[in-house]
């Protein structure tokens, strides 16, 4: 119900645009979010934002004030935008959605339902 694109190899200091269609309905009433996994690693949170206009946005440390996620309750689309991209990005980025989820368990990936197939990023040095 997810579709996550527009990974791709990119080198440090780049960007790219993540995008995740969405089938979920009504799209406007899921919080959204972005996550991922590098090899050997857990898969950890990298954004989130609030259901119906989206003014409530979230980040993990490593990509604050780099990253913005957005969304287009129109297009039932989120989108990710990475900037100054290092290559610890380097990980498969995945899309995921949920309803109910309280604030302080937005970066919890177990508070989502829904997970896109996952979009390969790879910033070489």
């Known amino acids: 119900q997810l579709q996550a694109s527009g990974g791709g190899l990119v080198q440090a200091g780049g960007s790219l645009r993540l995008s995740c269609a969405a089938s979920?309905?009504?799209?406007?009433?899921?919080?959204m979010g972005w996550f991922r996994q590098a090899p050997g690693k857990e898969r950890e949170f990298v954004a989130t934002?609030?259901?119906?206009?989206?003014?409530?946005?979230s980040y993990s440390d490593s990509v604050k004030g780099r990253f913005t996620i957005s969304r287009d309750n129109a297009k039932n689309a989120v989108y990710l935008q990475m900037n100054s991209l290092k290559p610890e990005d380097t990980a498969v980025y995945y899309c995921?959605?949920?309803?109910?989820?309280?604030?302080?368990?937005?970066?919890?990936?177990?508070?989502?339902?829904?997970w896109g197939q996952g979009t390969q990023v790879t910033v070489s040095s």
């Open positions: 995921a959605a949920g309803r109910g989820i309280i604030q302080s368990t937005r970066a919890d990936s177990g508070a989502y339902a829904y």
């Open positions: 979920v309905s009504p799209f406007s009433t899921y919080v």
């Open positions: 934002i609030s259901r119906y206009g989206g003014g409530s946005t």
